[in-house]
């Protein structure tokens, strides 16, 4: 290594990998794997999965290691295991450390899979940023989201992404590692807005897939990236968050790129569904965690608790884990009753 | 809460530092030239970063010029000196001359002016501290509070004329003041005070020397100084004169240059961060947070102007003062009833401009006051975390943490405002947090709050302004609904004193008829309205703003769903 600065990223998954490739372009990057067997794999084979590791990212022996070293941390492990994974970092880490996360998925205190709507608190959902809040003793935090689709990425295509923190340095801290002649950089002060547009985005990414697993055109995607992302405002505005995150990079912009493209998980799994398969089956066969499968168990929750209108998310929850059928789905919300056009504007 | 307990008979607590020359503040007010000095170089130094072209400062000057002459013409104060008509002409006619001429041809830069007006505002708000006025107003001061809080004339207290307690029975002390004592020797100590009345100040001032505190530092309100006396006493005891008109950029910068430096010289500071008094009577849920913010600044100056051992730490301490009753209550919830828009106007008037008002003001408090409490909430540093007997700072997980580690990126220490004043807002929300956790519930607050939430409920659907304006004589409620509804509070309420979410009053422990008479007693003791009245079965009120007021102190708990 060089004698550059060393930033750290705690997971090797797909979009970890990638996060870890666009930080080695400007410094060393010490990446954690939690598999000790892939770790050491990934180590020895400098590999992960087709894409070579760039020579300025090393692999980690601890979390411990990472907190010593680093002063800027980008955690990119999925939303089920982030807690126990920053409990485990949380005895190494001080207020000097910078923490922006990556994840787009919600943390709740209460099992998703048998909590009912009028008994759930708000405040036991948390985003990933209120959680490392939480369980450390770092104050700086921030959030990455935007259309970043992993392979594109890693292919070293054009892209851009949005840093969120009510901290400026956060946002510059993050920019000066990540900025690149291939990654355009924003920064926005909303950490909740922004958090909220990359977790809820997931769930109208299931539905493109279906549109598109069914054979509709353009026309039927259109009018869903349109009125799903202002059914997402909708919700973010329940959950405290201003709307101008949403038609940001991380809202709109993350929603065009995952209802676009078949190499997104979330938009595999819809489509796989209006395909026919069952969802275990989809979930089985991708390996990787989709959370837009979560998102929906948790969104539901949610806008029942507040009694938002989010007929989307809600005939969506139905396809997926109620057995509506897909044809009979759409009906459903062709006739739901619409309102003025841009409506969000005036939240 | 650890630490020693003390007994109401010891106090007054020996002084931390015998000899009171060697305090903070002494020391500071013996250096005073170079202070003063310091203020204006900083200060400079803050308005020269902001403004860093001659020619943005030259348009700032001009507004700072503006701004005060329309101050001089709209609201002219007694306590203005004589010349300042001439002061700011001058500043004008100068100006026009550097406006007019060439550059290098001015007789005056724009510097120049920057430093004329700067040592006219720090010669304005510079306090000093003088042992000898501070010896006699100590001889003063017990005789004026033990006759406040003890058997006092007036009819309406016979009945405790039997009944006559020590100061300290009746100001019921909490908190853990040992630690509070001890880093108060190690550190420089921010109190920072619940305000809902213009007592507050004196009140704090005294109680913190009662606790054997070196005195402390506070911005008092400039017009406060055209009053005799108290000027004579404030100007001396270490009080610095804020002018709440002068909001202009060089001034603001200003005061907090001169709180920040007065806290790197260690003088323990007093902020009332609520800025002003509590309208509503609700404990204050947002801070001003400019003063608070020094608090910030001033601790990350001193980690970087010293060894980590030896950097002076700054220890923030929240004090809750709960008065049975607040003499301006009256006046207050109707500033807060109006539109906020008229009640900005009304903030900026001068309600003790002569001695007599004063003396009046005093009078009644002394004839009238009853018993009242104070808290104080946890030690905390400059971020809100928890401090321990030692000074060392832990997070909300227990963990030990290095405060200075907040400024650092990258291993260097980094000046950012943006940063800080995101810090003082976490500091700030763990402030309000403390309020409400270490408030003390008195019998009067509960039952007020009680009345008024049953009245809530009976006219469910009419508004609040509508509500406060029914004829009195309309209003009318079982005794044994308040009773009731007593009852289930007081169980809340020690559940959440379990919790640690709230204090209360040892009398919250009697039986609920002696509650409600306890209540009563002491919050009719001054008004000339009662806002609780008790005829029969039947209760009511004979001011429904002031029941409004003082139900408002118990606003945030949650409590009205046991109602």
């Known amino acids: 290594m060089n004698e550059k600065k060393t930033v750290g990223v705690i997971g090797a998954g797909s979009f970890g990998s990638a996060i870890a490739g666009l930080l080695a372009e400007n410094q060393n990057v010490l990446l954690y794997e939690r598999n000790k067997e892939t770790a050491e794999r990934i180590r020895t084979e400098r590999r992960i999965r087709q894409f070579d590791l760039h020579e300025n990212i090393e692999v980690a022996e601890s979390l411990q290691q990472i907190a010593e070293q680093c002063y800027l941390l980008f955690p990119v492990v999925p939303s089920q295991h982030f807690k126990s994974m920053i409990i485990d970092f949380s005895p190494y880490l001080r207020p000097d450390h910078i923490m922006i996360h990556a994840v787009k998925g919600l943390h709740c205190e209460f099992d998703v899979e048998t909590a009912e709507a009028d008994k759930i608190r708000l405040k036991d959902i948390k985003t990933m940023s209120e959680l490392i809040l939480q369980e450390t003793g770092i104050v700086r935090v921030g959030s990455l989201a935007g259309p970043n689709l992993a392979l594109e990425i890693m292919e070293k295509q054009p892209a851009a992404t949005v840093i969120a923190s009510r901290f400026d340095e956060v946002i510059n801290e993050g920019i000066a590692a990540l900025r690149s002649d291939r990654l355009q950089v924003y920064g926005n002060r909303d950490i909740l807005g922004i958090e909220l547009a990359g977790v809820f985005k997931n769930y109208v990414a299931i539905a493109a897939g279906a549109i598109s697993g069914l054979g509709y055109g353009e026309n039927a995607k259109a009018l869903l990236i349109t009125r799903g992302m202002a059914e997402m405002i909708y919700i973010g505005k329940a959950l405290g968050a201003d709307k101008r995150a949403f038609l940001g990079m991380a809202g709109i912009g993350d ?8 190499k997104s998980r979330n938009f595999t799994v819809g489509f796989r569904i209006a395909k026919g398969e069952k969802l275990e089956d989809i979930l089985t066969s991708l390996g990787e965690v989709a959370e837009g499968v979560r998102t929906l168990k948790i969104g539901k929750l949610i806008v029942e608790h507040v009694g938002t209108n989010a007929p989307l998310l ?29 409506d969000y504007l005036d939240l | ?76 104060w007694k306590a203005d000196p004589k010349d300042e008509r001439q002061f700011w002409s001058g500043i004008k006619s100068k100006f026009i001359r550097l406006e007019t001429l060439e ?117 008092a309100g400039l017009n406060l100084f055209s009053i005799g006396i108290l000027s004579y006493f404030m100007s001396r005891l270490g009080a610095y004169k804020v002018d709440r008109r002068k909001k202009n950029s060089v001034y603001l910068e200003m005061i907090k240059c001169y709180s920040t430096v007065a806290l790197q010289r260690g003088a323990h500071s007093i902020f009332f961060p609520g800025g002003t008094r509590s309208r509503s009577g609700e404990l204050e849920k947002k801070l001003k947070l400019g003063l608070l913010g020094t608090a910030v600044e001033a601790q990350k100056l001193n980690f970087r102007n010293y060894n980590d051992q030896l950097a002076p730490r700054i220890y923030i301490v929240p004090c809750i003062i709960n008065y049975h009753f607040v003499l301006e209550a009256q006046g207050l919830i109707n500033d807060y009833l109006q539109e906020t828009g008229k009640e900005k106007f009304l903030k900026e008037n001068d309600e003790y401009s002569t001695s007599f008002k004063l003396v009046r003001f005093i009078y009644k408090f002394i004839s009238a006051s009853s018993s009242l409490s104070v808290s104080f909430g946890e030690v905390m540093d400059v971020l809100g975390n928890k401090v321990d007997e030692q000074g060392e700072s832990y997070n909300h997980l227990g963990q030990k943490i290095n405060v200075k580690n907040y400024f650092i990126t990258n291993g260097v220490m980094k000046d950012d405002e943006q940063r800080d004043a995101e810090y003082t807002k976490i500091l700030g929300e763990r402030i309000v947090d403390n309020y409400h956790r270490y408030n003390v519930v008195l019998t009067s607050h509960l039952v007020c709050f009680t009345v008024f939430e049953l009245l809530r409920k009976k006219y469910a659907g009419v508004d609040l302004f509508t509500l406060v304006r029914t004829p009195v004589e309309d209003i009318s409620l079982p005794y044994q609904d308040v009773v009731d509804s007593i009852n289930r509070l007081k169980e809340k309420l020690r559940d959440m004193y379990d919790r640690g979410e709230v204090l209360t009053s040892p009398e919250l422990r009697w039986n609920t008829d002696k509650v409600v008479d306890h209540g009563m007693r002491n919050i009719n003791m001054y008004h000339t309205s009662s806002p ?21 102190r118990l606003e945030g708990y949650g409590l009205e769903k046991y109602i």
Not at chain 2, 176 to 187: C, Q, Y
Request: aromatic share 10%.
């Open chain 2, 1 to 76: 809460m650890s630490g020693r307990l003390y007994k109401p008979t010891d106090y007054p607590l020996p002084y931390i530092v015998e000899d009171i020359k060697q305090w903070p503040i002494s020391r500071l007010s013996a250096d005073r030239e170079n202070f003063i000095a310091e203020v204006k170089k900083r200060t400079k130094e803050k308005i020269k970063e902001k403004y860093n072209t001659p020619a943005k400062l030259r348009d700032e000057l001009a507004r700072v010029l503006y701004q005060e002459r329309i101050r001089l013409t709209q609201k002219p």
């Open chain 2, 103 to 219: 550059q290098d041809a001015a007789a005056y830069s724009e510097e120049d002016i920057l430093d004329e007006i700067l040592h006219r505002y720090v010669s304005e708000i510079v306090g000093e501290f003088d042992p000898q006025a501070f010896h006699l107003a100590k001889a003063i001061l017990p005789q004026f509070f033990g006759r406040i809080l003890s058997a006092a004339p007036g009819k309406w207290l016979k009945s405790f004329a039997g009944n006559v307690k020590t100061l300290h029975e009746k100001i019921p002390i909490s908190g853990d003041i040992e630690k509070i004592r001890h880093l108060a020797s190690k550190g420089t100590v921010v109190v920072v005070p619940t305000h809902f009345s213009n007592m507050d100040s004196i009140m704090v001032g005294w109680l913190l020397n009662e606790l054997g505190l070196p005195a402390f530092t506070y911005g």
């Open chain 1, 314 to 342: 809600q005939i969506i929850h139905r396809v997926m884990f109620e057995g509506l059928e897909m044809d009979r789905a759409i009906k459903l919300l062709m006739r739901t009753y619409v309102t003025a056009d841009a």
């Open chain 1, 255 to 262: 929603l065009i790129a995952t209802c676009s493209s078949p």
């Open chain 2, 532 to 552: 609780l009245t008790l005829s029969g079965d039947k209760m009511g009120t004979e001011d429904l703003k002031l029941l409004y007021y003082y139900h408002n």
